[in-house]
């Protein structure tokens, strides 16, 4: 099984940017096809970015689409979620999970891992 980790989370600013982390262990993180949540208070977990194993190929959530990069790097066993351009609405935890399967959907159920979550919050 892989265990993963988020960092990097914080006080930002809107209009501000933050880099989060994610360090996989356990396993080698280049079977795995990656993703972050999120969850706002009162809200439901929205998928937010996904990378796929092998191909790299990327999808993300309208919301965030231009303003949010996700990248990986397994010779580190470490996936990124670079986020710019950070609005009020973007504050919530974010989570970092795995999947065995080769395509990054949006839907939870897929991922059989997750981390513990990091606190984002963007004030206004």
């Known amino acids: 099984q892989v265990q993963l980790v988020e960092s990097g989370g914080g006080l930002v600013q809107t209009g501000g940017s933050l880099r989060l982390g994610c360090k996989a262990s356990?396993?080698?993180?280049?079977?795995?096809?990656m993703a972050w949540f999120r969850q706002a208070p009162g809200k439901e977990r929205e998928f937010v970015a996904g990378i796929r194993r092998s191909t790299y190929r990327t999808r993300y959530a309208d919301s965030v689409e231009g303003r949010f990069t996700i990248s990986r790097d397994d010779a580190k066993n470490m996936v990124y979620l670079e986020m710019n351009s950070l609005k009020a609405e973007d504050t919530a935890v974010y989570y970092c999970a795995a999947s065995q399967g080769p395509a990054a959907p949006p839907d939870q159920g897929t991922y059989g891992y997750w981390g513990q979550g990091t606190q984002v919050t963007v004030s206004s």
């Open positions: 356990g396993r080698n993180l280049a079977i795995y096809t």
